[in-house]
C-alpha cells in the first residue's frame, strides 16, 4: 500500500474469498483503483470502504450465442442456431459451463450440435459432462471453491435443497427439508444468497440454475446418509401436504 500511495494505478483482486483477504490490499489514496472479483458479495467492505458493487447474473441467450460463436466459429453456430440454443440452455447460461463445452465441441469439428446436445442428455445431463481433461477447468472443481467455505450448517441447508423437486424454494419448505424451525433456514439460505450459491427469486423464495441444482444432488448423495435424505424428503412431502389442506380449508371457509 506505501509504494502505490499517490501512484496512479489499477489493482485487480481475482478471486477473493473473503474481506479479510483484500482488506490489506487496498489502496490507501484516491489515486489507486482496485476491481475485485469474487464468488461472494463481500458485502463488509462497504462498511469500511467507499465501493460500488455489481453482481453479474447468468448469460443471456443472446450472450451465450455470442460467446459460442466466438470459440466454435459463427457458421457452425448459425447452421444450427436451434441446436446451438438448447446447447447454451443446457448449460444453464453459466459462462464457464458454456466455455467449457464450447471448447470440447471446437476439437470436434465433425460432430453437430445436436449429437453434442443429446450427448448432454437434455435436462437430465450429468455434471461430470461439464469438464475438460484438465481437471482444474471444471464446473465441479469451481462449485467445490465455494462449498468448502461454507460452514457445516450451511452446507448441509445447502445439499437438502438439491431434494426439492421444483424449481422454487420457500423458506418454509427448506425449514421442512432440514427438520427445523424457518428461522433455522432463512438465515443460511440468505448466506447461500450471497455467495451465489442459491438465487433470491423473490421475497423469501430461492432457487438456482440446473448445474447447482445437479451438484446439490450430488453433495447431498456423497454425504448424507440413506436415512437421513429419505428423512427429509418425507419431512418435505408432509408439509407440503398440510399447507395444502390448510389452503384448501380456508378457500372452503371464503366460498
Known amino acids: 500500500r506505501s509504494v502505490l500511495y499517490s501512484r496512479r494505478t489499477l489493482l485487480v483482486l481475482d478471486n477473493a474469498a473473503s474481506v479479510d483477504q483484500v482488506a490489506p490490499l487496498l489502496p490507501a489514496s484516491d489515486s489507486t483503483f482496485a476491481l475485485i472479483t469474487s464468488r461472494s458479495r463481500l458485502t463488509g467492505l462497504g462498511v469500511t470502504h467507499a465501493t460500488a458493487q455489481l453482481s453479474l447474473d447468468l448469460m443471456t441467450q443472446a450472450e451465450a450465442l455470442n460467446l459460442l460463436k466466438n470459440i466454435i466459429g459463427t457458421e457452425r453456430v448459425q447452421r444450427e442456431e436451434d441446436a446451438a440454443r438448447l446447447l447454451a440452455e443446457q448449460c444453464a447460461y453459466l459462462p464457464l459451463a458454456l466455455r467449457i463445452i464450447a471448447e470440447n465441441v471446437r476439437i470436434r469439428p465433425r460432430a453437430s450440435l445436436a449429437t453434442i446436445t443429446g450427448e448432454l ?86 432457487t438456482f440454475h440446473d448445474l447447482m441444482r445437479l451438484y446439490a444432488e450430488r453433495k447431498c448423495g456423497m454425504d448424507d446418509a440413506d436415512y437421513v435424505r429419505s428423512t427429509a424428503f418425507e419431512n418435505l412431502a408432509s408439509w407440503y401436504l398440510h399447507t395444502a389442506n390448510n389452503a384448501n380449508k380456508l378457500l372452503l371457509q371464503r366460498s
Open 121 to 206: 442428455g437434455g435436462n437430465h445431463h450429468n455434471i461430470d459432462d461439464f469438464a475438460t481433461v484438465d481437471e482444474s477447468l471444471a464446473v465441479v472443481s469451481v462449485f467445490d471453491w465455494s462449498y468448502k467455505r461454507l460452514s457445516r450448517e450451511d452446507a448441509e441447508v445447502f445439499r437438502r435443497l438439491g431434494l426439492h423437486p421444483g424449481a422454487e424454494m420457500s423458506a418454509e419448505s427448506a425449514a421442512a427439508l432440514i427438520m427445523s424451525p424457518i428461522s433455522a433456514a432463512k438465515r443460511p439460505l440468505y448466506r447461500l444468497a450471497s455467495m451465489h450459491m442459491v438465487e433470491e427469486a423473490n421475497d423469501r423464495r430461492f
